[in-house]
């Protein structure tokens, strides 16, 4: 398998995402193993969700020097992921330095194999907006070089009602629902 650390924008192909859905299942094995040992498990590695965020949405993953985890081709948007393993749980933190122009989240339900994927609508400006305590706004935090935490399931899935924009079934390497308004 060829080792992709010296590229700028990378297109997931049908070869890329085969590769990046065999990495999940290898993952996942992983995962099990320890989380049956252990009381937490691993972090879903980015270079398994950004690879499949970006073959769903059409975006180019960026492994060099750009800003953002992946780039809109059509609008030259910065993109950022923000992935949970924890269907039913999650805590995403943000570097102080952390720009964007959209927000997509991204929940794995290990169960079944799924990809929930969850256009946020937001940029970085908005996002520093939100509350990350009762005393601090998220950009407050990033302000004093912290890395704000919140639960993106909280606020923005849960409480906005949200549905998935796209559901990508892992064994079988595709989109089975797609709810995009284009």
Partial sequence: M?????????????????ETC????????????????????MNMPDVISEPMACYCLGFLWNKGKEAGDATDPKTGQKIEFKATSRFE???????PKTQFDNLYFLRFNL??????????????????????NQKETIQDQKDQGRRPRISLLTHFVYKY????????????????????QN
Avoid: H, M
């Fill in 2 to 18: 060829p080792i992709y650390n010296e590229f700028d924008l990378i297109v997931i192909d049908d070869a890329r995402i085969d």
């Fill in 22 to 41: 065999n990495a999940y299942f290898k993952w996942k094995d992983l995962n099990t193993y320890i989380s049956s040992n252990s009381r937490r498990g």
């Fill in 89 to 95: 749980g999650d805590l995403s933190s943000f570097g």
């Fill in 111 to 132: 169960d079944e194999n799924l990809l929930y994927i969850y256009d946020l609508k937001i940029n970085s400006e908005e996002f520093g907006e939100i509350q990350a």
């Fill in 161 to 180: 009602d949200l549905l998935p924009d796209i559901i990508f079934d892992i064994r079988k390497c595709r989109i089975i629902e797609d709810n995009r």
